[in-house]
């Protein structure tokens, strides 16, 4: 499944967990913003998510909330089964890992009537991605949750009544989560009204992010108060229930129309919270599931076999897996610098080693879908793929150097604010050596301007002079450091020992991106 992304979930992964991804840029839901204190009898669908063995109120026990869907079956989002330290990555917690806290107001109150559940079985849809779509997970307890007023599962909210909620109408969202952004969790269940947000707001909010945040209104929703703001889920909020009235006699009587995803911040006026849609035709055929399989887990490691050698074939072996699941490949190309690009990916388990993958090894990424869910792992990687021989050319004493030289760059490694490139440079005929790599880089962000005296948003400009190093005769590293993020644009200019300068500049122009983050 995703691999891990820095994106502002509403889940407070205890242990400093940050995922899939891959999840999954931008801030999360919490206990909570601008709520008040509420009665669990008027939410008795709402449960905690808590690590097993850990007391509910710890610091490191309740990280994500959920809704009961029926006394087998709790929904929650699929970030929440994710980023465990003790978890490899890419592939869920165990069940073992996880328990349900119901009917119960205070997380300081696990004995009766509250009820405590261990999970046997966690299932998340198998679309979930890194862009955080697809959002939505069921845990299957370990033993039914015996009804009662504080304990009562919530209806999914209906297509009709989901069409006919217009922008601007009241929902309520309820949880554990922090009060502010990054604050600490609440310990008492806490509630607010917040509005729904069309779809055309909110991806237009979330596009003027920097970096923008995919949104997909096909599965995703929003709401808040985009007014004034103050309003929202926050951290260690993700999972639990964004809820519809579903009429005036008992707010009891909901429909659940969101599970608290991410957002930006928490109550900020201009980016609601998104919720995973629950009206979505995938996303409510994945939560109605009568008896949702298990995720996949990998049980050995994937291996690869075959010759890391340019004409070579490699062919990578899933390993073994639980759940019978469907496997697809990624071959992907490592340094120890990093990973530096996908080689292929498909259904086929074999890839013929080409000579761009010279200097590099490489590894194969298994990804294991079935019904309730996607997990991957990975091989170790292959030995490093040499080269082809140098292609020396014959003496001659009377030949002279008149072919300029050109440079290429063979990788690009980017963080938040510093971009590595490495070079290597050519020169035809019989080359006296490379005497320089001159670099610069010109960077385009968004910032802010004064405009008739307002500070606006604005696109702005910054050239720089990288430090440049060899790494060999023809080899060059060039590092970019304290960036602004956006687009970097990277002009270098090789000259040779006999004078002759690049006529063309070689160009390359990548991105830096601000980390995600989660709720």
């Given at each position: 499944?995703?691999?891990?992304?820095t994106?502002?979930?509403?889940?407070?992964?205890?242990?400093?967990?940050?995922?899939?991804?891959?999840?999954?840029?931008?801030?999360s839901?919490g206990?909570?913003?601008?709520?008040?204190?509420?009665?669990?009898?008027?939410?008795?669908?709402?449960?905690?998510?808590?690590?097993?063995?850990?007391?509910?109120?710890d610091?490191?026990?309740?990280?994500?909330?959920?809704?009961?869907?029926?006394?087998?079956?709790?929904?929650?989002?699929?970030?929440?089964?994710?980023?465990?330290?003790?978890?490899?990555?890419?592939?869920?917690?165990?069940?073992?890992?996880?328990?349900?806290?119901?009917?119960?107001?205070?997380?300081?109150d696990?004995?009766?009537?509250?009820?405590?559940?261990?999970?046997?079985?966690?299932?998340y849809d198998?679309?979930?991605?890194e862009?955080?779509?697809?959002?939505?997970a069921?845990?299957?307890?370990?033993?039914?949750?015996?009804?009662?007023?504080t304990v009562?599962?919530?209806?999914?909210?209906?297509?009709?009544?989901?069409?006919?909620?217009?922008?601007?109408?009241?929902?309520?969202?309820?949880?554990?989560?922090?009060?502010?952004?990054?604050?600490?969790?609440?310990?008492?269940?806490?509630?607010?009204?917040?509005?729904a947000?069309?779809?055309?707001?909110?991806?237009?909010d979330?596009?003027?992010?920097?970096p923008?945040?995919?949104?997909d209104?096909?599965?995703?929703?929003?709401?808040?108060?985009?007014?004034?703001g103050?309003?929202?889920?926050?951290?260690?909020?993700?999972?639990?229930?964004?809820?519809?009235?579903?009429?005036?006699?008992?707010?009891?009587?909901?429909?659940?129309?969101?599970?608290?995803?991410l957002?930006?911040?928490?109550?900020k006026?201009d980016?609601?919270?998104?919720?995973?849609?629950?009206?979505?035709?995938?996303?409510?055929?994945?939560?109605?599931?009568?008896?949702?399989?298990?995720?996949?887990?990998?049980?050995?490691?994937?291996?690869?076999?075959?010759?890391?050698?340019?004409?070579?074939?490699?062919?990578?072996?899933?390993?073994?897996?639980?759940?019978?699941?469907?496997?697809s490949?990624?071959f992907?190309?490592?340094?120890?610098?990093?990973?530096?690009?996908?080689a292929?990916?498909g259904?086929?388990?074999?890839?013929?080693?080409?000579?761009?993958?010279?200097?590099?090894?490489?590894?194969?990424?298994?990804?294991?879908?079935?019904?309730?869910?996607?997990?991957?792992?990975s091989?170790?990687?292959?030995?490093?793929?040499?080269?082809?021989?140098?292609?020396?050319?014959?003496?001659?004493?009377?030949a002279?150097d008149?072919?300029?030289?050109?440079?290429?760059?063979?990788?690009?490694?980017?963080?938040?604010t510093?971009c590595?490139?490495?070079?290597?440079?050519?020169?035809a005929?019989?080359?006296a050596?490379?005497?320089?790599l001159?670099?610069t880089?010109?960077?385009?962000?968004?910032?802010?301007?004064?405009r008739?005296?307002?500070?606006?948003?604005?696109?702005?400009?910054?050239?720089?002079?990288?430090?440049?190093?060899?790494?060999?005769?023809?080899?060059?590293?060039?590092?970019?450091?304290?960036?602004p993020v956006?687009?970097?644009?990277?002009?270098?200019?090789?000259?040779?020992?006999?004078?002759?300068?690049?006529?063309?500049?070689?160009?390359?122009?990548?991105?830096?991106k601000?980390?995600?983050?989660?709720?």
């Amino acid at each position: 499944m995703p691999k891990p992304t820095t994106m502002d979930l509403r889940c407070v992964l205890a242990l400093g967990a940050a995922l899939v991804a891959a999840a999954v840029c931008c801030p999360s839901a919490g206990a909570v913003v601008g709520g008040v204190p509420v009665e669990v009898i008027d939410h008795p669908y709402q449960v905690a998510i808590v690590r097993a063995g850990v007391p509910a109120v710890d610091d490191d026990g309740q990280y994500c909330g959920g809704s009961i869907r029926d006394e087998w079956h709790v929904i929650t989002a699929a970030h929440c089964v994710f980023d465990n330290p003790a978890s490899p990555s890419g592939q869920p917690m165990t069940a073992d890992q996880i328990d349900v806290l119901a009917g119960t107001k205070s997380l300081s109150d696990e004995g009766p009537p509250a009820q405590r559940m261990h999970v046997a079985r966690i299932s998340y849809d198998s679309s979930f991605n890194e862009a955080l779509q697809h959002d939505a997970a069921l845990l299957t307890l370990s033993s039914a949750l015996q009804l009662q007023p504080t304990v009562q599962p919530v209806a999914l909210v209906g297509s009709a009544s989901w069409a006919a909620t217009l922008p601007g109408a009241p929902l309520f969202v309820t949880g554990w989560g922090a009060t502010t952004a990054g604050g600490q969790l609440a310990t008492v269940l806490r509630g607010v009204q917040v509005k729904a947000v069309s779809d055309t707001t909110c991806n237009s909010d979330y596009q003027s992010d920097i970096p923008p945040i995919p949104y997909d209104g096909s599965v995703q929703t929003c709401a808040g108060d985009t007014v004034s703001g103050g309003k929202d889920a926050c951290q260690g909020d993700s999972g639990g229930p964004l809820v519809k009235a579903n009429g005036p006699s008992s707010t009891a009587d909901d429909e659940l129309v969101g599970i608290v995803s991410l957002g930006e911040g928490c109550g900020k006026p201009d980016f609601p919270g998104i919720y995973t849609e629950v009206a979505a035709p995938s996303i409510r055929a994945f939560l109605t599931l009568a008896d949702p399989p298990a995720a996949p887990a990998n049980r050995s490691a994937p291996t690869l076999t075959g010759t890391a050698a340019i004409g070579g074939q490699l062919t990578c072996s899933p390993g073994e897996w639980t759940g019978s699941p469907s496997f697809s490949y990624q071959f992907v190309r490592t340094t120890t610098a990093g990973d530096a690009g996908v080689a292929a990916s498909g259904a086929q388990p074999a890839y013929v080693v080409g000579a761009q993958d010279a200097g590099s090894a490489l590894r194969c990424d298994v990804t294991a879908v079935n019904a309730g869910g996607a997990s991957v792992a990975s091989s170790p990687p292959s030995a490093v793929v040499a080269g082809p021989p140098p292609q020396v050319p014959p003496p001659n004493n009377n030949a002279r150097d008149s072919h300029a030289p050109v440079a290429r760059v063979t990788r690009a490694v980017c963080t938040v604010t510093r971009c590595t490139l490495t070079v290597t440079v050519t020169d035809a005929g019989y080359s006296a050596g490379i005497r320089a790599l001159r670099a610069t880089v010109r960077s385009t962000y968004r910032g802010r301007c004064t405009r008739h005296g307002r500070r606006v948003p604005c696109t702005r400009h910054r050239t720089a002079t990288p430090a440049v190093a060899v790494l060999l005769a023809n080899r060059f590293k060039v590092v970019a450091s304290r960036l602004p993020v956006g687009t970097q644009r990277f002009t270098l200019i090789a000259v040779d020992r006999a004078g002759h300068r690049q006529a063309l500049p070689t160009t390359k122009t990548v991105r830096t991106k601000r980390p995600r983050k989660r709720r």
